[in-house]
Each structure stands twice: as C-alpha cells, then as structure tokens.
C-alpha cells in the first residue's frame, strides 16, 4: 500500500475589482446572465460566461423545470451552446457567479461537480486548460489555472 496526497492550486482574490480589466468584464457578462437565470423553484440564480479563441463571449444562465432534474446548470447551458455554435473554437477563460434569494451570498460558489466533468471534455478535446474564476454574488473571487484542478481523478474517454 502507498499513500498518494493529490495537491490542487487556486488564487484568491478579495473581491471582482482586483480581476484585471477582461475578466472584469466577463464576470459583468457572467452577473448580466445570472440575472437572467430561470431558478423560480431553488431562486438560487447562477450565470456563466465564456471566453473563446475568436474573441467570442458565450453566456449561460441556470434554467430550471417542473420535472426538477429536466433543469439545467448555467456552466453546462453554456458549455454546450458554444460547443454547437463555435465547435472549433478553444475555450479560454469561464467567468461564474451565483445568487440566492434566501441568503447573501458571499462566498465563491464553485461548478457542481456534473459540470466539472462536462467542463473537463472541453478542455481535454481542445488539449488546452480552461481557466475558471468563480464567486458569489459579492466578496472574493477563487481562480483555477486549469478545470483539472477542480476534478482530479476525472472519467476521461482514453478508457472507453
Ligand atoms: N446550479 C448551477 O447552475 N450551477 C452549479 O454549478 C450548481 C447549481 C443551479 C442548478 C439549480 O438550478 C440551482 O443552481 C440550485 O441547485
């Protein structure tokens, strides 16, 4: 038996205003599509928006359903429209934040874990790292390098 320790690095931010000025700006097209969030069941709102190669910002919000698991994250509704609108686009930077109606939220609310192995294809198809910066409605701002530092150990397709 051996033990093995897996170590995972992130920068903290203290707030969106210490982000330099394009994720700035892509959290601001994050929050714009978190407001827009379709959560009348949890009213927890949570907005995504991506950065590709070709300048492009694909957004997403959380969109949910009667038949509650027919809902969807908003990481994933993105995700996935720009994967059927930009195939061959890379991936850059997601900009995430979340809002809840029953509480403040100020602290970084990280991708759910469906959404990291969705975000984990992206970045295994493109052979590039996704860089990841996530937070609440307010307060400090968590960056990952890289989707594979949130999901070590993912279900990757080379064993299928
Ligand atoms: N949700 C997201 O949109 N992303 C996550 O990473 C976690 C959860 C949504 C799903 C559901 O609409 C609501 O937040 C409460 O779980």
Redesign the pocket.
């Known amino acids: 038996m051996r033990e093995v320790t897996i170590e995972t690095k992130l920068k903290v931010y203290e707030g969106p205003e210490h982000l330099n000025e394009e994720i700035q700006q892509l959290m601001n097209a994050a929050i714009e599509a978190r407001d827009n ?1 379709y ?1 009348p ?2 009213k ?3 907005g ?1 928006a991506i950065l590709l190669d070709n300048n492009k910002v694909v957004i997403g ?4 359903n009667a038949s509650y698991p027919s ?7 993105a995700i996935y429209y720009a994967g059927a609108k930009y195939p061959n686009a890379k991936i850059l930077k997601m900009a ?1 934040t ?1 809002s809840s109606q029953n509480q403040v939220t100020d602290k970084p ?4 874990g ?2 990291r192995q969705a975000i984990a294809e992206y970045e295994l198809k493109q052979d590039q790292p996704i860089e990841i910066y996530f937070m609440g409605a307010k307060g400090k701002v968590v960056k990952s390098d890289s989707l594979s530092n949130l999901l070590p150990l993912l279900f990757e397709n080379s064993v299928l």
């Open positions: 969030a959560a069941y949890s927890f709102h949570v995504t919000s959380n969109q949910e809902g969807l994250c908003a990481e994933r509704t995430l979340a609310i990280p991708p759910c469906a959404c």
